[in-house]
């Protein structure tokens, strides 16, 4: 399922190290994530959407049609 963490970030302004450092993880797992090489934990899906002042499902294409 892709995502679109990237975007939510890049309009909310975070650099990838800062969104990092916000919930606890490295700037390599932000990469991995955004470049969906890596699926996020729910508890991360949780700590990204907080952090990007989002729900969840909004950081998820199902239908893979957004990007």
Do not use: C, H, W
């Amino acid at each position: 399922m892709k995502n679109r963490i990237k975007e939510l970030r890049q309009s909310a302004g975070p650099s990838q190290l800062r969104l990092a450092e916000i919930i606890g993880v490295t700037r390599q797992t932000i990469n991995a994530i955004e470049n969906n090489k890596y699926d996020p934990t729910l508890a991360l899906a949780f700590a990204l959407g907080e952090a990007l002042g989002v729900s969840v499902d909004s950081l998820f294409d199902p239908d893979n049609t957004r990007l």
